[in-house]
C-alpha cells in the first residue's frame, strides 16, 4: 500500500519532468525490493533518462509534457513472468508488436486502482480499433489477492474490459521497477516506453500520449467522459481529507501490539486521524482480527467517503456494527452495502476479502467512525476515504 491514499494532496502528474509536486494520490509500496530502499523510477524528462535512487518519487513528476516529442526510453520488460491471465490469452511480444500498450499496474483491493478502471476501460474501447492494447497487470499487496479466484471475482465485479496479467510474484512489478498502485507505463509501437504516470488523476495527459503515440488526427473523437463512482473523488489540497490508514503491525495502528491483546475503551470522539482497537484483537503484520464478539475498531476522520479493506479469518460471512458518532448510519451516510436491522442498527456484511464502503455522505465532514464485530475472526486491514 502506499503513504497516501484520499490525504488531500495533489494528485500526481506525469513522468515529463521533475516538479516540487507533494506525494501522488495512490499507495507506495514497502515490499517490492526496490520500495523504499531503493528507488528506480525511470524519468523520461527532456531528452534525458534519470535514474532516481533513494530519490522522493512525488518530485518525479512533471506537467507540460511535449506528448509529440517524447523521449524513447528501454524497451518495455516481459510478461512471461505471468501466472495466468484473465480476459486474453497470454499476450507475447509478438502480440503487442506494432501496438500502443498501457501497462497499469493495479491491486484490486486499492480504491485509487478502482477509481482508474472506468478511464481506462474509456480508453480501451475508443482507441482499441486505432491500435491500443491496456494491460492491468495486477500485483498483490495483501496475500488474499495473490489468490486467483478473488482476483477473478474482483475483475468480473469491477467490470474490467481489458486483458488482466496475474503477477502473484511480483516479478513484472519488480521487472519494471514499479513503486505504487496505481501506476501506469504507456510504450510505443516499438515497444519502448515513452511515459509514466504514478497514481490517480492526470487522464487527459495520458490520453494526449496515447493519442500521439497512435498517432490519432487532432480532430478525431477522444475518449468518453468518465464521472466521478461511489467511491468518491480524489482529494485536493485544500481538502484535509484523512490519510490511508492501516490496522496491521507493518505500519498500523501505534498502539497495537503482537498476539492476542485486550484493548481498553476510548473517548467516544477522536481527532481526525487518531485510530484505535478496543476490545480483543490479534495483530499481525498485514492485518488485526477480532479474537471476541464485541471487538471495535474506532478512528477519527474526515471525508465525504470512508472504506476499509475487511476479510473473515474462515470465510464464513461476519456482521459488523458501523456506528458514526455514536449512532447508527443516518441515511443520509449509508451505502449500498449498509443493512439496517428492525430496531435501526446499521451494518455492513462481511464475506469475501475485499474494499468494503463504509460511509458516503453528502459532502466532506468530519466523524468518529465505530465498527463492532458481531463474532471473532473478523480481520481488518486498512481504511482508505475519498472526496
Not at 480508453?123 to 482499441?128: I, L, V
Request: charged share 15%.
Amino acid at each position: 500500500m502506499g503513504e497516501q491514499e484520499g490525504d488531500g494532496r495533489p494528485r500526481p502528474t506525469s513522468s515529463g519532468g521533475v516538479s516540487p509536486a507533494p506525494p501522488p494520490v495512490g499507495r507506495r509500496s514497502s515490499r517490492t525490493k526496490y520500495g523504499v530502499l531503493a528507488l528506480a523510477l525511470i524519468v523520461f524528462a527532456g531528452a534525458a533518462v534519470i535514474v532516481a535512487s533513494g530519490s522522493n518519487p512525488s518530485r518525479v513528476a512533471g506537467s507540460g509534457v511535449d506528448v509529440h516529442h517524447l523521449p524513447a526510453g528501454p524497451a518495455s520488460p516481459s510478461l512471461s513472468a505471468a501466472q495466468g491471465w484473465l480476459n486474453s490469452p497470454p499476450l507475447t511480444a509478438t502480440d503487442l508488436r506494432g501496438k500502443v500498450v498501457v501497462y497499469d499496474f493495479w491491486t484490486y483491493s486499492c480504491v485509487n486502482c478502482v477509481r482508474t478502471i472506468p478511464h481506462l476501460a474509456a480508453f480501451y474501447d475508443r482507441y482499441g480499433p486505432d491500435g491500443l492494447v491496456v494491460i492491468g497487470i495486477h500485483s498483490p499487496e495483501f496475500q488474499f489477492e495473490q489468490d486467483r479466484t478473488n482476483v477473478t471475482q474482483a475483475v468480473q465485479r469491477l467490470k474490467v474490459p481489458y486483458p488482466v496479467a496475474l503477477d502473484p510474484s511480483m516479478a513484472i512489478w519488480n521487472a519494471f521497477g514499479a513503486q505504487y498502485w496505481p501506476e501506469s507505463w504507456v510504450a510505443d509501437r516499438t515497444g519502448h516506453l515513452r511515459y509514466m504516470d504514478i497514481g490517480e488523476g492526470n487522464y487527459t495527459q495520458t490520453e494526449d500520449v496515447v493519442r500521439a503515440l497512435l498517432g490519432v488526427p487532432a480532430h478525431s473523437p477522444r475518449a468518453s467522459a468518465v464521472g466521478a463512482g461511489a467511491l468518491g473523488s480524489p482529494p485536493t489540497t485544500k481538502q484535509n481529507i484523512t490519510n490511508e490508514t492501516y490496522l496491521g503491525l507493518e505500519k498500523g495502528v501505534e498502539t497495537a501490539q503482537p498476539g492476542t491483546t485486550s484493548y481498553p475503551d476510548v473517548a467516544p470522539t477522536l481527532p481526525n486521524g487518531a485510530a484505535a482497537l478496543v476490545g480483543s484483537w490479534t495483530a499481525t503484520q498485514q492485518q488485526v482480527q477480532a479474537a471476541a464478539p464485541g471487538a471495535s475498531i474506532v478512528l477519527g476522520y474526515q471525508a465525504r467517503s470512508a472504506n476499509l479493506v475487511l476479510a473473515t479469518g474462515t470465510g464464513a460471512p461476519i456482521q459488523v456494527e458501523v456506528q458514526l458518532d455514536g449512532r447508527p448510519l443516518p441515511p443520509a451516510d449509508r451505502t449500498s452495502e449498509t443493512h439496517v436491522d428492525g430496531q435501526g442498527n446499521t451494518f455492513v456484511a462481511v464475506g469475501a476479502p475485499d474494499l468494503y464502503q463504509l460511509v458516503l455522505s453528502p459532502g466532506i465532514e468530519g466523524h468518529t467512525l465505530r465498527l463492532t464485530a458481531e463474532q471473532p475472526g473478523l480481520q481488518a486491514y486498512a481504511f482508505t476515504f475519498g472526496a
